[in-house]
């Protein structure tokens, strides 16, 4: 006989709470009939035990099921009904908007939807917890078992555990929700189709197509492709459309439009390629850091399994030092304490309760949150105590793998892009402007001697797409093709070079943006510290040592040790064994000074020889081989010393006198200063356990440890610190050398988050402020304050955020360093994050630019050298392409307008190999000098800084006046004084261009004004191979290049006054340099206005058509360039940024 009690929650499915039914057998006691009676009572999550069963059939009970109490006024059992009333419990579980999906599984063969689990950490909601019936409720949901775990033979679940009926499914081989349908052959099959396994969806690959699209996307790309078709199409036709008289050559214009596609393409594979590689490799990366092994119980059984394989239902251990896979509910262990302050920003650590506790504390009324916290959170760490726990979500239905989710973004635009984007608009509209004002004057010539011409109407024509053919090769000419080129090749060819030197690069142009960083907020934990504890003084006896201070005449640990005597190193390695390496640091730079300085052995040998007869935190008590007992203490040092009557000297014991008592404060107290945490070490020996007189009141086998403390033998103290990374110091000095300001901010309290910015040389005579205050600052007070702030202490990661901000608002490029989770928010305010790969969690990485693979600040400067380099190759390809373009724009307008035949003196063919190869093989040259140690001897530019120096416009227009200056005379003058045929005269002016442009390359390998442009020049093998090439290239067309260049061979004497005549651009360079600069801005200021303003002109003029043009959307490149929360801006834009850049310039 039979009735049964429920706990009945009605409800849609979504939003409806278990409803457990299950038989209870009544005894016969003769007053009750042999029918089947109807028993409702509450059912409280606590009243489930794992032998609870489930009938299925339909006749066991007739709708004996009871709803929890929907008021106060209807009694119950259970307090834990009136705590969490059915509508809070409803509520609890309701789906979020947007998240609907994750509450509809078809075929569910559990009893909860991912959805519903995923309410438990929501955030920690016991509301949740508690609808779903506690520990144990979810136990048989999810059909597994909280002692043996899931089991190794699990494939397919047969049968349905419906979320009104839940226990165990399988009942006489008949159940009504049975579906042979859901089955599955493969292990764990129906666990992972329904929760799925602990992987985050693969971040979808951007395809190669889009990303060639992407970088096909630009303005000069598009650009050049209407000058491509618009070319080819104009040399198809001068080739098989125009007639040719007999025997001549056929044209080869079309030559020069296929080339552009030809340039079109390389930059876009070059481009797209990079991007394609440099993704794969962070997820080849990212998945082989996170392929980690936990330890979990199967079949009853502890074994090893990979993170990736961690499922729903698993059981898994708490041990110190874990990293939480996934989420779930504590089952029980001992003193578990998690610190999820990487993924809560909970600073406190927080001790957890077993799931079936809380229950009771529930049902019991109990209203401390406290106390009652059963949840784990994935990716908090545990920090003490063992124990284990129910996985309820993972992958990305856990709440760290949610936050991964959401960090996938794009980023910004870098100030180089921008400040390239302005330029080469600017570029984009002089040279269109130069084209179309070459054409009206050629045309108005055409037109105007037609009248007089006897030409045929083809020859008219052909003479009219001639002109047509010179206006778009000065388009060609003037747009810097090689400019994206050049950028892509130094930004891979520095990130490359980074990962071999501890960068990671994750976003490709974040590497020059690091060139122009004024400042770097930097953690002080593991970053600028080891993160390590380690023991680096100590003072034993009459004997010390000093591993912190090198002043020249500490003594060394190392030295220390060899004149300890045998016993007193044995008695140091006794106190400190009965510790493990897991656990706290400061137990664990104990262990590792005994046995790096010491000699201790292995671990596991040392206890197993010292008989630990009793064992307390920081107290072991050892049984001699005498028979005596050893009483080992290490702890606070003024406490110990306090205890201790007797000294351990270097071959005796003696009495602990005054002196020696203040000797010892002393050396304790400069430890302090020092910020050192202090240890001491005492220990008395007794011939008895427990001693007489000692014996514990409430268990006389043990001793009383507070009466033991007294009389005890001091052995020594030590200092213990987080010591600095090796470098660190250098480092920094080099970064402040640089004009970088490195800011600590730091968790830590005040004195120590001082000592250490002392000890690395980051804090001077600045401002030190804690977080709390730091965040209470009015506007004018952070705005007075901020640029003298060198150490923010006790900060929160929201003080961090917040300094990175206002950082920015002052046109600081900020740099950040973060490891937690809760950094995610700074790290993606900032202009480049820099994330650890060791310690850094994974939130971190994705919110980061950079990766710094050895969590060391060092690696940060390696960084801020190569984006320095970055710019300065940018840079110097810009020098040398404007410089190109200028003169052979001036050149090719001039000489055609002068000719009769309204013909350049160099020919579209040789334009193209001039602007477009030579450019191309310029870009690789220019773009793979390393980075030197001088270049950390200036300051950072400034966000708003001009894109082109004084310095560079000097050298550009200096080059291109001797430039023009040479090839007119060479080509007005040349048949004068030379006396050359019209194509050999030709030929020596293309010879001689070429030269030139060889030459003022290596000219270009400075941007300052110092003379010696050879310096590391035999470290660059890409430099000098390449301008091999170029050379190479240049010498073969001269001889078998003559009619596709329309050259001759040209002899030894003309040869002579190509290269002579191009070397003088060498020592023209150096008198360029000698030039002053504030003569030179003053002249440019002066002769530059003119230019400015037609471009002006020409700007606004650009912009009334594009306005009348209508747009469908309104790209981000177009609106204003904001970074700032309050609006304000660094530049606006919406002027227009190419004015601005090209006005800097020139100013």
């Known amino acids: 006989m039979a009735s049964s009690r429920s706990c009945d929650m009605v409800g849609p499915p979504q939003t409806e709470l278990p409803r457990i039914t299950i038989d209870i057998p009544l005894q016969d006691d003769g007053d009750i009939p042999d029918t089947t009676t109807s ?19 339909p006749t066991d009970t007739i709708n004996n099921s009871l709803e929890p109490p929907r008021t106060s006024r209807v009694a119950s059992v259970s307090s834990g009904s009136t705590l969490f009333t059915l509508d809070s419990q409803e509520d609890a579980l309701k789906s979020d908007p947007g998240s609907e999906a994750d509450f509809v599984v078809e075929n569910n063969c559990f009893s909860f939807s991912p959805g519903q689990l995923n309410k438990l950490l929501n955030p920690k909601s016991l509301a949740a917890f508690y609808a779903l019936c506690g520990l144990r409720g979810l136990e048989k949901g999810l059909r597994t078992d909280i002692v043996s775990g899931l089991s190794v033979d699990e494939h397919g679940l047969p049968g349905t555990v419906t979320f009104n009926d839940f226990g165990t499914p399988h009942m006489n081989g008949t159940s009504r929700h049975f579906d042979s349908k859901g089955q599955s052959p493969q292990a764990f099959g129906d666990r992972i189709r329904v929760y799925g396994r602990n992987l985050l969806p693969e971040k979808k690959p951007t395809p190669l197509w889009k990303l060639m699209w992407l970088a096909y996307n630009d303005k000069i790309l598009l650009l050049l492709t209407a000058a491509a078709v618009i070319s080819l199409a104009l040399g198809l036709y001068e080739t098989f459309g125009a007639d040719h008289p007999p025997g001549s050559s056929m044209p080869v214009d079309w030559v020069e439009g296929l080339a552009i596609c030809v340039a079109i393409l390389i930059v876009v594979l070059v481009g797209s390629l990079n991007d394609y590689q440099k993704e794969r490799a962070f997820v080849r990366l990212n998945a082989k850091k996170e392929d980690r092994h936990v330890k979990a119980i199967r079949s009853g059984k502890s074994m090893m399994i990979s993170v990736h394989d961690v499922l729903v239902g698993d059981v898994l251990h708490l041990e110190p030092g874990d990293m939480i896979p996934a989420d779930g509910i504590f089952i029980d262990g001992h003193n578990v304490k998690c610190d999820e302050s990487s993924a809560t920003g909970e600073s406190d650590q927080l001790k957890k309760t077993g799931g079936e506790d809380v229950v009771v504390l529930i049902e019991r009324g109990h209203t401390i949150s406290g106390d009652m916290d059963p949840f784990i959170i994935s990716g908090s760490k545990v920090l003490e105590g063992v124990g284990t726990y129910l996985v309820t979500s993972v992958g990305p239905n856990s709440s760290y793998g949610k936050i991964l989710m959401a960090m996938r973004q794009d980023l910004e635009a870098t100030p180089l892009q921008v400040k390239l984007d302005g330029l080469t608009g600017a570029i984009a509209k002089l040279g269109s402007s130069a084209a179309t004002l070459l054409f009206v004057v050629l045309l108005i010539r055409f037109f105007a001697n037609l009248s007089g011409s006897h030409l045929t109407g083809a020859a008219k024509a052909s003479q009219f797409m001639d002109i047509l053919i010179v206006a778009i090769t000065v388009i060609v000419v003037a747009v810097p093709e090689g400019l994206p080129l050049a950028v892509t090749l130094a930004l891979a060819f520095a990130t490359t070079r980074l990962v071999k030197l501890n960068n990671l690069v994750r976003v490709l142009k974040s590497c020059e943006t690091m060139g122009n960083a004024t400042t770097i907020c930097s953690d002080k934990t593991g970053t600028l510290t080891q993160n390590k504890m380690t023991v680096v003084a100590g003072t034993f006896g009459d004997l010390s040592f000093d591993d912190k201070n090198n002043r020249g005449h500490e003594r060394q640990s190392t030295i220390f040790a060899q004149d300890l005597s045998t016993e007193l190193k044995r008695t140091i390695v006794e106190i400190t064994a009965g510790d493990a390496f897991v656990g706290s640091k400061t137990k664990t730079a104990l262990l590792d000074f005994a046995r790096n300085v010491l000699a201790m052995g292995p671990l596991s040998e040392e206890r197993s020889t010292a008989q630990v007869v009793e064992l307390m935190p920081l107290i072991p008590l050892a049984n001699l081989p005498n ?3 050893r009483y080992l203490v290490k702890g606070a040092s003024e406490i110990l010393l306090g205890y201790s009557s007797d000294l351990w000297m270097k071959d005796r014991i003696q009495p602990l006198t005054q002196p020696e008592r203040e000797r010892i404060e002393a050396v304790i107290e400069s430890y302090a200063k020092q910020c050192l945490r202090t240890i001491s070490l005492i220990f008395k020996d007794f011939p008895q356990w427990p001693p007489k007189g000692a014996e514990s009141s409430d268990d006389p086998t043990a001793a009383d440890f507070n009466v033991l403390l007294k009389h005890m033998i001091f052995v020594g103290v030590v200092g213990i610190q987080d010591p600095l990374r090796h470098g660190v110091t250098e480092a920094i000095a080099k970064c402040q050398g640089a004009g970088v300001t490195v800011r600590m901010v730091t968790g830590d309290n005040v004195v120590t988050a001082m000592a250490i910015a002392k000890d690395c040389g980051i804090y001077t005579d600045g401002v030190v402020i804690e977080g709390p205050v730091f965040r209470t ?31 920015r608002q002052l046109c600081e490029v900020v740099a950040v360093t973060g490891d937690g989770t809760n950094d995610g928010p700074a790290l993606k305010a900032a202009d480049i994050g820099f994330s650890m790969g060791i310690a850094g969690t994974e939130v971190a990485k994705e919110a980061s630019a950079i990766i710094l693979m050895d969590d060391n600040f060092a690696s940060i400067l390696t960084a801020l050298m190569w984006g320095r380099a970055v710019n300065d190759a940018v840079r110097k390809f810009l020098q040398f392409q404007i410089t190109v373009n200028i003169t052979a724009v001036i050149l090719t307008f001039v000489s055609s307008v002068a000719s009769t035949e309204m013909k350049s003196v160099l020919t579209a063919v040789q334009l193209l190999w001039i602007n477009l190869i030579m450019d ?42 001797f430039q023009l200056t040479v090839t007119l005379i060479l080509h007005f003058g040349g048949p004068t004084f030379l006396g050359y045929p019209d194509d050999e005269l030709r030929s020596v002016v293309f010879n001689t261009f070429v030269w030139m442009q060889i030459f003022n ?51 030894g004497t003309q040869w002579a006054i190509c290269i002579v005549a191009a070397m003088l651009s060498m020592p023209w360079a150096v008198l360029i340099r000698c030039f002053p600069d504030a003569w030179f801005a003053a002249i440019a200021g002066f002769v530059g206005k003119p ?23 309104k790209k981000q490149g177009d609106e204003t360039f904001d970074n700032t929360e309050d609006g304000s801006e660094f530049v606006d834009y919406r002027v227009d940024p190419k004015s601005q850049d090209l006005e800097k310039g020139l100013a």
């Open 627 to 629: 028979g005596s007992y």
């Open 39 to 57: 028993i409702t009572r509450g059912l409280s999550p606590s009243s489930l035990s794992a032998s609870d069963t489930i009938s299925g059939s």
């Open 1091 to 1113: 230019v400015v303003s037609v471009y002006r002109v020409l700007s606004r003029f650009m912009g009334w058509v594009r306005r009348l043009i209508p747009r469908k959307n």
């Open 777 to 807: 600052l009015t506007e004018s007070q952070m705005i007075e304050m901020l640029p003298r702030i060198q150490v923010v202490a006790r900060s929160s990661p929201e003080d961090k955020r917040i300094l990175v901000t206002r950082l």
């Open 920 to 961: 191309t093989l310029a870009a690789l040259a220019l773009a793979t000098d390393p980075p030197t140690e001088e270049i950390l001897n200036r300051k950072p530019s400034k966000r708003t800084a001009p894109l082109i120096s004084i310095i560079m416009w000097k050298m550009v227009i200096g080059q291109a006046i």
């Open 1001 to 1051: 390359e290596f000219n270009n390998r400075r941007l300052d004004n110092k003379f010696n442009v050879f310096t590391g020049l035999h470290r660059n093998w890409f430099f000098i191979v390449i301008t091999c090439i170029m050379v190479g290239g240049q010498v073969a067309i001269s001889f078998v290049g003559g009619v596709a260049f329309s050259i001759v061979r040209i002899n």
